[in-house]
């Protein structure tokens, strides 16, 4: 247990269904991200939360849109996905810019696996 | 951020020490390194981190060459259960870092009996 929790574990969802993915953290960090991890690739970032300001967009499709109420939960909608956004979703936390780093450890959560059918 | 580069797999008979190394050729003053892995399909787990001295936690060591070009992780005692895709990562200190983790493919390390 890493003190990330994401629901739900796997989702199945049609092309045209809206739904949500969801993370907490309970390790009193103020950073969170969503990651994605398609099949046989990297993982790539999506999103960056700073005090519950988005401070990183890399370049997602607008069909993505997370949310972060406060610091310990955030959120990903999802609507008008594509079989191609099928993949793994990570969510992480970390403590922000305080110290000498920034993000220095993240804190990763065991993922939502998404299937867009 | 600078480049990373890891060897794809290796394998490591259990109990032995498993050495996975990585290239950071352009690496600057002010760069961390960090490890992290990920078992089959969980979330990544942070090993462990270094500017230039070596360092040791319960998990792992990690050694970085003098001029910082590249580093060793260390897995001691090798079980089945460091079975997993291994990341090396270089990150700025200070307000230069975003927190923007960039992974690559890693190396997969085999663990076998």
């Known amino acids: 247990e890493t003190g990330v929790t994401q629901t739900p574990r796997h989702l199945v969802m049609g092309m045209t269904n809206k739904k949500s993915l969801k993370c907490e953290q309970h390790?009193?960090?103020?950073?969170m991200y969503w990651y994605k991890q398609s099949a046989k690739k990297p993982l790539e970032l999506m999103f960056v939360?700073?005090?519950?300001?988005?401070?990183e967009n890399n370049s997602v499709p607008s069909r993505f849109s997370p949310e972060c109420p406060n610091s310990s939960h955030l959120f990903l909608h999802l609507h008008t996905l594509q079989p191609e956004d099928s993949a793994l979703y990570l969510c992480a936390s970390s403590h922000p810019g305080t110290g000498r780093l920034w993000g220095e450890t993240q804190y990763f959560g065991p993922g939502t696996r998404l299937l867009v059918l | 951020d600078a480049k990373t580069t890891q060897p794809p797999s290796m394998d490591c008979a259990e109990g032995r020490a498993a050495n996975l190394p990585c290239n950071h050729s352009?690496?600057?003053?002010?760069?961390?390194v960090y490890w992290y892995r990920q078992i089959h399909s969980q979330g990544p787990q942070y090993i462990i981190h270094?500017?230039?001295n070596n360092e040791t936690n319960e998990m792992a060591s990690l050694i970085i060459t003098e001029d910082r070009k590249s580093s060793t992780l260390i897995l001691p005692h090798a079980t089945l259960r460091d079975t997993a895709v291994y990341y090396c990562?270089?990150?700025?200190?200070?307000?230069?870092?975003?927190?923007?983790?960039?992974f690559g493919q890693g190396t997969t390390l085999q663990v076998k009996p």
């Open positions: 990562i270089v990150l700025p200190g200070g307000s230069s870092n975003t927190g923007k983790l960039i």
């Open positions: 352009t690496i600057s003053g002010n760069e961390y």
């Open positions: 390790l009193g960090h103020n950073a």
């Open positions: 939360y700073n005090f519950k300001e988005q401070t």
């Open positions: 270094g500017l230039k």
